[in-house]
Every structure is written in structure tokens, then in C-alpha cells.
């Protein structure tokens, strides 16, 4: 892959001076804080904005909740956020022209494209690492402290889905000559995903079988049936890519 130290070096750079990186690192950090704090004082937060009257009494608040508000904040919401992160990460340099200037240069396309998608995974690593070790943090403090080990593995799922999507995503900003094209073919695999994880024996083939292993991972029941949605969603970032590579080596730029 020629070139593809420098134009890794170029990504990064980029994602600080756009504030890409502090921005989307400081939106999951929020999620990882507000997730335990949610799940612990939501019954208060119900009492303070309803009347009385309604008498709406939640169960009392656990470990469960605190993780099932990470992961409804880090794997659903993120899952969005990774498309909009990505949906110009190909498409915007085509439409500008840069990615014509770039690639007269001695860098292969191949370089180009893995170190966007590079950079894109270790965005998403290292907001979504930041996250749920604030999210450990305070779940210690309300809750007790979870196991460390689970929450790592709860990590690198949710990791792993949301880069599923990004992947999705990055496809149709590489096929695609529009930023918007790009999203709508990430909003699409997002929908078929969930479509199709609502049906039992697709969803253990599928990113969303992924958070219901963190799920239990997280909440101290270990790695339950972790293998075919591991491998499917680690097949589906594979595919993805070369598939963008391949539409990428063919068009004129």
C-alpha cells in the first residue's frame, strides 16, 4: 500500500483541524457520563417533570439499567453517529477534486482508502473507549464496581457494530460521487439491519446480536454465543471495504 503512512498522517491531521475528533470524542464521552446518571435518577427525573397523579414508580435502579442505557447511547445512537462521520469521507474529496490531486501523487488507491477507514475506526476506538470507561467510573460510584473485564469486551463490541456501519456507509461514499448518497446507503443498511435482526434466527448473524453479548458480557454473565455474530459483523466490515476498493480502482476520477 504506497503511501499509506503519509496519507494516514493527512487523516488525522485532518479529523483535528475539522474538529472532527474533539467533537465526536466529546459527544460519546457525554453519552458514557449521562448513561449511569440516567439510569440511576430516572425515577427522580420522572417525579420532577410529571404530576403526582399519573403515579408513574419504575423498579428500583441496577447494574442492568446503567448498561442497558450505555449500550441503548454507544451502539443505537453511535450507530448513527458513524454514519454521518462517514458519509463524506470519500464522496466530499471526489466532488472537491482533492482526491484527483492526491492520487497523481505515488500513493496507490488502495492506501487511500484504508487510511480513511483507518482513521475512521480508531475515531470511533477511541470515543467509544473514552465512553464506556467513564460510564465504569460512575457506574462504580452508584452502583458498585462491574467487572472490568466485561466492560472491556462491552467496548470492543460495541465497537466492532458500529463500525459495521461506518463500513456500510463508507461503500456508498466511495460508489458515490455525493456526501448524501453516501448516508442514504448507510441509513439503508441500517434499516435492513434492524429489519432483519427482529427475525430470531437472523439476529445471531448480525451487528445487533453483538450488543446483546455485551449486554451480558457487561453485567458479569460472560461470552455467551459470541461467535456468529463476531465473525458475520467482522465479515461484513471486510466485504464492505474491498467492495470499495474495487468500485474505487475502476472509476475516473
Same mark, same amino acid.
Given at each position: 500500500?504506497?503511501?499509506?503512512? /503519509?496519507?494516514?498522517? %493527512? &487523516? ?6 475539522? @474538529?472532527?475528533? =474533539? #467533537?465526536?470524542? *466529546?459527544? !460519546? $464521552? ?59 469521507? /470519500?464522496?466530499?474529496? %471526489? &466532488? ?6 492526491? @492520487?497523481?501523487? =505515488? #500513493?496507490?488507491? *488502495?492506501? !487511500? $482508502? ?140
Amino acid at each position: 500500500m504506497t503511501g499509506f503512512g /503519509v496519507l494516514l498522517r %493527512k &487523516e488525522l491531521l485532518e479529523s483535528w483541524r475539522t @474538529l472532527r475528533l =474533539p #467533537v465526536v470524542v *466529546l459527544l !460519546f $464521552l457525554t453519552f458514557g457520563i449521562l448513561s449511569p446518571l440516567t439510569a440511576r435518577y430516572l425515577q427522580d427525573i420522572i417525579d420532577a417533570v410529571a404530576p403526582q397523579r399519573f403515579g408513574i414508580r419504575l423498579p428500583p435502579p441496577t447494574l442492568t439499567d446503567a448498561v442497558d442505557q450505555l449500550l441503548k447511547n454507544t451502539a443505537q445512537t453511535g450507530a448513527l453517529v458513524a454514519i454521518l462521520i462517514t458519509m463524506g469521507s /470519500v464522496a466530499t474529496e %471526489k &466532488e472537491r477534486g482533492t482526491a484527483a490531486f492526491v @492520487l497523481v501523487k =505515488p #500513493v496507490s488507491r *488502495l492506501a !487511500f $482508502l484504508a487510511a480513511k477507514l483507518t482513521v475512521l475506526a480508531a475515531l470511533l476506538g477511541i470515543s467509544i473507549g473514552l465512553a464506556v470507561g467513564a460510564a465504569w467510573i460512575y457506574t462504580t460510584i452508584l452502583f458498585g464496581a462491574p467487572d472490568v473485564g466485561g466492560w472491556l469486551v462491552l467496548a470492543m463490541l460495541v465497537w466492532l457494530s458500529t463500525l459495521a456501519y461506518a463500513s456500510l456507509t463508507f461503500v456508498g461514499s466511495t460508489v458515490f460521487r455525493s456526501s448524501l448518497a453516501g448516508a442514504a446507503v448507510g441509513f439503508a443498511g441500517l434499516i435492513a439491519i434492524a429489519l432483519a435482526s427482529a427475525v430470531p434466527e437472523f439476529s445471531h448473524y448480525l451487528p445487533p446480536g453483538l450488543t446483546a453479548v455485551a449486554r451480558t458480557a457487561a453485567v458479569g454473565g460472560g461470552l455467551i454465543d459470541i461467535v456468529r455474530p463476531l465473525v458475520a459483523t467482522v465479515a461484513i466490515i471486510t466485504v464492505c471495504f474491498v467492495v470499495a476498493w474495487r468500485s474505487f480502482e475502476r472509476q475516473e476520477l
